[in-house]
């Protein structure tokens, strides 16, 4: 067998209807493991994204543009106006063929194109239909604009509950909510069609950045509830556990430091930190009485203090001595330089068209008996209609009259 060709997803089927980053990048993921995803893009001007990069890179353009091509590396682009009876006719056909739909279009739009769940159900009874949607398909929000900071971070708590009282929300990294939903997603399409093979039927598959913003941030929802609750924001002073925190050194360096079991611990904690109060002190025993005294903010101040009296280097070598987790933290422009990350291949190096080459990151699973496809720098709103339409049957001169009449670029 030859290896290149050998792909998990071989033989699976997408059309993706779909713009910016959270549904594409499910399908840009299934298209690396070797599905064939198309990727449908109303004209002129196609998915929003190529816009929106264009904002988040000074440098990028519709031909030189790293941040959209991430997303949808591996597909096929087609150019096909919807709203034109013969586009819709074309989107049907191209459907008919298909395993998966993938969408994020809002409900409304959906309903209006006859491409809702209900609708496609009858017609197409092995599909499955992949909805990422802001808020979910039910509810007060069903038909508002969702976005990451949006959705995922500020109606979650994550934006606000993550900081200190009175900081700035957190202000994420471009599509870093949209990126984990889209995983959330493309593991809900991997069991239906798991489930499809069982039952030879298809499925709706949904998940929303609001959800997964919520399931992200599982342990504060819970923590926050109860008679137990705690109250957040809090102070980084009051801090659950002093030697699982982060805390600046001599250089200015963040270091994070993660215990296993503080009572086991601890003898290792009072050495390196010369606080033999951790084991004399009854009031530091156990977390709990650490917690129930006050004692947690006077310990996070000793060992702030401390820290800040050696180098982030001098201190990740006494704790790697002794075997504590610890990191220094990174910055985004260290991610390709980082040994680590090459080491394993979680970068694949792309020049553009200005000679400058970009270190992009891959999906984050790796198989020992897969390949996946590398990355590949992608082209103008429908590059590959003339490839996907002949593959349903379309001729060259039906092409050209469908070309002529603007149904497809």
């Not at 992949?130 to 994550?158: C, K, Q």
């Not at 998940?207 to 509830?225: A, D, K, R, V």
């Not at 705690?230 to 659950?240: G, I, L």
């Amino acid at each position: 067998m030859n290896m290149n060709d050998n792909y998990p997803l071989k033989g699976i089927k997408v059309v993706e209807l779909a713009s910016a980053v959270a549904a594409p990048m499910a399908a840009r993921i299934m298209a690396s493991f070797g599905a064939e995803v198309i990727k449908v893009e109303g004209p002129p001007h196609g998915d929003i994204l190529r816009g929106m990069a264009a904002g988040q890179m000074k440098r990028a353009a519709t031909e030189e543009n790293p941040v959209f091509d991430t997303i949808n590396t591996g597909k096929k682009l087609a150019g096909i106006n919807l709203k034109n009876e013969e586009g819709h006719a074309l989107f049907m056909k191209l459907l008919s063929e298909a395993d998966v739909f993938i969408t994020n279009v809002r409900m409304k739009s959906l309903e209006g194109l006859g491409l809702d769940y209900d609708t496609l159900k009858e017609k197409y009874p092995g599909l499955i239909w992949a909805h990422l949607s802001g808020y979910g398909l039910e509810g007060p929000r069903v038909n508002a604009p969702g976005f990451d900071i949006t959705a995922f971070w500020m109606l979650t708590g994550g934006a606000t509950d993550s900081v200190e009282p009175d900081a700035h929300p957190v202000f994420p990294s471009f599509g870093f909510g949209d990126i984990t939903s889209a995983s959330n997603l493309l593991a809900g399409i991997l069991m239906a069609l798991i489930g499809r093979k069982q039952t030879g039927k298809g499925t709706l598959v949904s998940t929303s950045l609001f959800n997964t913003g919520m399931w992200s941030n599982s342990s504060y929802i819970i923590e926050t509830q109860g008679p137990t609750a705690f109250v957040v924001p809090c102070s980084h002073y009051d801090t659950w556990d002093p030697f699982s925190f982060q805390y600046r050194c001599s250089d200015g360096k963040w270091i994070a430091i993660m215990e296993k079991h503080y009572v086991s611990d601890k003898p290792k904690f009072a050495k390196i930190f010369d606080l033999p109060e951790l084991m004399t002190d009854p009031d530091m025993e156990t977390l709990d009485k650490v917690n129930a005294t006050g004692k947690g903010a006077v310990l996070v101040k000793k060992v702030e203090e401390i820290i800040a009296t050696k180098t982030s280097d001098e201190w990740k070598i006494i704790l790697d001595d002794n075997d504590v987790a610890n990191a220094v933290a990174q910055h985004f422009v260290d991610i390709p330089k980082d040994p680590q990350a090459r080491a394993n291949g979680y970068l694949d190096d792309v020049e553009y068209y200005d000679g400058v080459n970009y270190s992009i990151p891959v999906p984050p699973m790796h198989f020992s008996g897969y390949e996946r496809k590398p990355f590949a720098k992608m082209a103008q709103v429908g590059a590959d209609t003339d490839e996907v339409l002949k593959a349903i049957g379309i001729t060259d001169e039906e092409l050209q009259g469908f070309r002529n009449r603007r149904v497809i670029v």
